[in-house]
C-alpha cells in the first residue's frame, strides 16, 4: 500500500488553505484511495514583524523623529522630521509603536523668497509684533546669525494672495525667507533696486539649501515673492542673484544660454516685434507663462496684468531689462526654460 504523505501549511492573516497529498513521480492514487486522504492540520502563526524602522528620541516629556527616509520617486512620499506633536486623551495613551507610517508627505511643497524694504531693526520689529512673518529672517549684517521667527511646521503670513502651478494660498505650504534690503526707489520713473551684499547672499544660499535638502523641494518650487504674486510684488528683485544661486548652489531654475540661442537665431528682431503685437501671439505667450507657473489667463490682449507677469519673469531670468515687454531675448529664455522644466 502507499504510503501517504502530508504536507502541512502555514497560513498568516485569518486565510486557510487545505495541503495535498503528496506522492512519489509515475504513481497514481485510485478514486477510491483519495477519499481517504486527509486535510492537514492548519497551524495559524503571528502577523509578520514590520520592517525595523529608526528609533524615536525621547527628550523629557518629547519625542524626536530627526530621520528622512522619503522617497522622491514615490510622489514625495515621507515620514515626519524633527518633535511629533501627539494628543494626550483623558484615561489612555498614545502609542508609536508603528510610527511613522510613509502614508504622507510634507507640508512644506514651496520656498519664497522676499525682501523686507526696511532696515534690521524696523524688519524684526515688524515681522514680529505685527500680522506678517516668516519662518526667517536674514539680516544686512556680516556675521554668521540667521533669525527664526516661525516654526517650520507653522504656516507664516509672508505669501498672501498667491498662485504658482495650481497651488494658491502658498502660506499653506511654504517655507518664507525675509531678506534685510531697501527694495526699490523711483528715479525718473523707474525703479531703482538695491544690490545684496555678498556675505548677505551666501546666508541665504546655505539656509536655502538646507531646507530644500531636507524637504526635497524642486528646483520649479524655490520663487521669489513676485512670481507668485507678480501684480502686487517686486521682491527680491532683479538684483538678487538667481543666476548665481544656479550655478554656484545648483539651487533654483535658470535656462541654458546655448538653447536661449537657439531658439533667438529663428527669429530676426524686426519680424519678431511685428508679430508680437498681434492677438494670436499674445495669447500664446501668455499661455506659455500660465504653463510655466504664473498666474496669468490667456486672453490675446497684452493688459496690465500681463505686462507685470512678464516684468516679474524678467525680474527672475532677465534682470538686465525688465520693462514688461515680451521682446525676442525674454521669449526665447521663457521657451528654453519650458524646455528645460516642462510643465
Known amino acids: 500500500m502507499m504510503k501517504k504523505h502530508k504536507t502541512l501549511c502555514v497560513i498568516s492573516l485569518g486565510l486557510m488553505l487545505t495541503s495535498c497529498a503528496s506522492r512519489p513521480a509515475g504513481n497514481t492514487v485510485s478514486p477510491k484511495k483519495k477519499k481517504n486522504v486527509k486535510t492537514a492540520q492548519v497551524i495559524k502563526t503571528e502577523p509578520q514583524e514590520l520592517p525595523k524602522k529608526p528609533e524615536i528620541k525621547h527628550k523629557g516629556d518629547y519625542d524626536f523623529y530627526t530621520v528622512n527616509i522619503a522617497d522622491a520617486s514615490k510622489n514625495n512620499s515621507t515620514v515626519s522630521y524633527g ?3 501627539s494628543a494626550s486623551p483623558e484615561n489612555y495613551t498614545i502609542s508609536k ?6 502614508g504622507q508627505n510634507f507640508r512644506q511643497r514651496f520656498l519664497v523668497i522676499h525682501y523686507t524694504a526696511l532696515n534690521d531693526e524696523k524688519s524684526i520689529s515688524v515681522l514680529t509684533q505685527q500680522s506678517v512673518s516668516a519662518h526667517y529672517l536674514v539680516n544686512d549684517l556680516d556675521d554668521k546669525d540667521i533669525y527664526q521667527l516661525v516654526d517650520e511646521n507653522k504656516r ?3 505669501a498672501g494672495i498667491s498662485y504658482w502651478k495650481g497651488f ?4 499653506d505650504n511654504a517655507v518664507g ?3 534685510v534690503n531697501p527694495g526699490y526707489t523711483m528715479i525718473n520713473g523707474s525703479k531703482v533696486f538695491s544690490p545684496y551684499p555678498d556675505y548677505q547672499f551666501k546666508k541665504v544660499a546655505a539656509l536655502i539649501k538646507d531646507i530644500a535638502d531636507r524637504y526635497m523641494i524642486p528646483a520649479t518650487n524655490i520663487l521669489g515673492h513676485s512670481d507668485i504674486a507678480p501684480t502686487r510684488k517686486q521682491d527680491p528683485g532683479p538684483l538678487f542673484p538667481w543666476k548665481r544661486l544656479y550655478t554656484e548652489y545648483n539651487l533654483g531654475m535658470w535656462y541654458d544660454d546655448a538653447v536661449k540661442m537657439s531658439f533667438i537665431s529663428q527669429n530676426t528682431p524686426e519680424i519678431f516685434d511685428t508679430q508680437a503685437a498681434t492677438a494670436p501671439f499674445i495669447f500664446k505667450y501668455q ?8 498666474d496669468i489667463n490667456p486672453s490675446g490682449t497684452a493688459d496690465t496684468t500681463t505686462q507685470k507677469t512678464i516684468e516679474a519673469f524678467q525680474y527672475h531670468f ?3 531689462k525688465y ?7 525674454t521669449y526665447s529664455i521663457l521657451q528654453a526654460l519650458l524646455q528645460k522644466y516642462p510643465k
Open 83 to 85: 518633535s511629533i506633536v
Open 97 to 102: 509603536t508603528y510610527f511613522p507610517s510613509v
Open 156 to 158: 507664516a503670513y509672508h
Open 168 to 171: 494658491t494660498q502658498l502660506n
Open 177 to 179: 525667507i525675509e531678506i
Open 287 to 294: 499661455s506659455m507663462l500660465k504653463d510655466f507657473g504664473y
Open 318 to 320: 532677465r534682470p538686465e
Open 323 to 329: 520693462d514688461g515687454i515680451m521682446d525676442i531675448e
